[in-house]
């Protein structure tokens, strides 16, 4: 008994492993896209530069999600106070291109944990069927790699704490 439990642990680890790899290949596809995209000027630089300044004044020890361009908080506006964990990201990178980064990565780690839920409670062919239409479906790459929101980390968040 206790080598069938090896084998079905054993198997169980390589396919944690397989999906892993499949979120990371997407995850760098993805953000490579989005960086390609926005180096030819084809990302939404507005939505872009909004976030990269109202995390970089919130870092800099200014007004908490301050852009220049509106003259006011973006608090003023959305109530986002998950923003703030990557305020110090905004010290480290001089460009919003973290952003495009940052986001096709929240996509990959939701795939991720989308499939782990789902594996615990399906068949594994449809567990990786939902993997492969939530990480590819609907063009996500435009939904991931162009603009920046906040709200992109939601899946992820979502997914964990289930």
Do not use: K
């Amino acid at each position: 008994m206790g080598q069938v439990g090896q084998v079905v642990s054993s198997g169980r680890r390589r396919e944690v492993s397989f999906a892993i790899a499949a979120c990371l290949v997407i995850a760098v596809v993805y953000a490579a896209l989005g960086l390609l995209e926005h180096h030819a000027l084809r990302t939404n630089a507005f939505d872009l530069s909004v976030f990269d300044y109202a995390l970089w004044t919130t870092a800099s020890g200014g007004v908490p999600g301050y852009v220049p361009l509106f003259g006011h908080s973006l608090f003023a506006q959305h109530a986002m106070p998950t923003l703030m964990l990557l305020a110090p990201l905004s010290r480290i990178f001089d460009s919003p291109e973290y952003l495009i980064v940052l986001q096709a990565t929240f996509h990959a780690a939701a795939g991720f944990l989308f499939f782990s839920l789902a594996r615990r409670h399906l068949p594994s062919r449809l567990a990786w069927a939902l993997l492969a239409a939530y990480l590819l479906s609907r063009r996500p790459y435009s939904a991931v790699t162009s603009y920046f929101y906040i709200e992109s980390a939601e899946p992820m968040l979502i997914f964990g704490a289930l």
